[in-house]
Antibody, heavy 120, light 110 residues
Framework: ELLLVESGGGLVQPGGSLRISCAVS????????LTWVRQAPGRGLEWVSV???????YYADSVKGRFTISRHSSRNILYLEMNSLRPEDTAIYYC??????????????WGQGTLVTVSS | QSALTQPPSASGSPGQSVTISCTGT?????????VSWYQQHPGKAPKIMIH???KRPSGVPDRFSGSKSGNTAFLTVSGLQAEDEADYYC??????????FGGGTKLTVL
């Protein structure tokens, strides 16, 4: 069974840093296209970042230079390192996978999300 | 890049059909056949319903279909059922290896 489980969310002050994780099972992070998508409370979905199977990474303009997506192959975990956090980064952060038969921009398995709150 | 434009709400009675639009530009929706649709029930993660404009993943009822004309994509739900009541989001490849989502449409089954 394919599973993605996010963790590490919480309350952080503006300007602070946080690293959230996405532990996966049933497939390997190193051979998959994996993405982070966020959803502010009561708002729509916003694409944040993607890491390709070859290791290339790409970011939304809103987080470029502040967020870093990475993966730990042996632990089978996806990360999102978030720095210089702003109140507008407050959201549920979902990790998701682009599976076989999908492009790198279509996500067939999602985690349950982890809430990041940026507030003083 | 701006979010894709979706109507905030749509509705239909059980058994009816409803179509939700998703309007972008020639740089995203109109430029690529990489439009997806996601269904999200309250408190749940999104679920992919359509990808690459018209492709339906296994397990998604054939009542759901996708299409595109110019810079606008469409999701049609036929034979509406109570469990179809949810928020629906479109997404499109936006070039430069990024993805743009629509603002979402709340579908109500009357």
């Amino acid at each position: 069974e394919l599973l993605l489980v996010e963790s590490g969310g919480g309350l952080v002050q503006p300007g602070g840093s946080l690293r959230i994780s996405c532990a996966v099972s049933g497939f390997t992070v190193s051979t998959s296209y994996l993405t982070w998508v966020r959803q502010a409370p009561g708002r729509g979905l916003e694409w944040v970042s993607v890491i390709f199977s070859g290791g290339n990474t790409y970011y939304a303009d809103s987080v470029k230079g502040r967020f870093t997506i990475s993966r730990h192959s042996s632990r089978n975990i996806l990360y999102l390192e978030m720095n210089s956090l702003r109140p507008e980064d407050t959201a549920i952060y979902y990790c998701a996978r682009a599976g076989d038969g999908y492009t790198a921009y279509d996500y067939d398995y999602w985690g349950q999300g982890t809430l990041v709150t940026v507030s003083s | 890049q701006s979010a894709l434009t979706q109507p905030p709400s749509a509705s239909g009675s059980p058994g009816q059909s409803v179509t939700i639009s998703c309007t972008g530009t020639s740089s995203d929706v109109g430029g690529y056949n990489y439009v997806s649709w996601y269904q999200q029930h309250p408190g749940k993660a999104p679920k992919i319903m359509i990808h690459e404009v018209t492709k339906r993943p296994s397990g998604v009822p054939d009542r759901f279909s996708g299409s595109k004309s110019g810079n606008t994509a469409f999701l049609t739900v036929s034979g509406l059922q109570a469990e179809d009541e949810a928020d629906y989001y479109c997404s499109s490849y936006g070039g430069s290896n990024n993805v743009i989502f629509g603002g979402g449409t709340k579908l109500t089954v009357l």
